[in-house]
């Protein structure tokens, strides 16, 4: 994406790639958001949607110290900055090219990327993670929104990720997910 926007001329800027007002409350609000929005998703948002508490795709990586140094570079390079800029970034500044940039265009804009970034997660995450996808997509994209760049929905998906793999990587998902719901 970055390649795409260098090629057709398109500014970082309206990638959302600006700077923070600043990046230590951008990164520790991330982190913060991050972590507080994966434990409401596991512990009360997909037990009510009726999701298993354990993630099978991934439950691989219970105690497997050698999996952790791809899993960590995956998590924060690949879904926290990569996803970011595809789904937050390049897919909300081509949408407002096709929709602009009204209140309407923008919730949208909101609905669109975010049916996206679910269905991008139905190969390795099935329907389950297509619902979790659905609602954090929503919710990244508030976040971009709110935040006017990419820094704030990037550190709080990846600390969402990393709470993640911190949650199943100690076996904790399912005491997680049963924490309001048996």
């Not at 795409?4 to 520790?28: H, N, Q």
């Not at 105690?63 to 900055?81: D, E, H, V, W």
């Not at 081509?94 to 049916?115: D, F, H, M, P, Y």
């Not at 990846?158 to 005491?175: C, Q, V």
């Amino acid at each position: 994406m970055l390649a795409w926007a260098r090629l057709s001329r398109t500014p970082f800027r309206d990638l959302g790639f600006v700077r923070p007002k600043s990046w230590r409350i951008t990164l520790l609000g991330g982190v913060a958001l991050g972590v507080a929005s994966k434990t409401i998703m596991k512990a009360v948002v997909m037990p009510l949607l009726g999701a298993p508490p354990v993630n099978q795709g991934y439950h691989f990586l219970v105690g497997n110290k050698a999996a952790l140094p791809g899993m960590l570079f995956t998590l924060t390079i690949t879904a926290g900055f990569g996803e970011e800029t595809v789904f937050r970034g390049f897919l909300f500044e081509r949408c407002r090219k096709i929709l602009g940039c009204g209140r309407g265009a923008t919730i949208v804009t909101v609905l669109i990327t975010s049916v996206i970034f679910a269905i991008a997660h139905y190969l390795d995450q099935g329907w389950t993670g297509v619902e979790q996808a659905l609602f954090t997509g929503s919710f990244f994209g508030a976040l971009f929104l709110f935040a006017g760049n990419l820094w704030l929905p990037m550190a709080t998906h990846a600390a969402f990720d990393l709470t993640a793999l911190a949650m199943i990587y100690w076996d904790l998902e399912s005491e997680i997910a049963h924490l309001f719901f048996q």
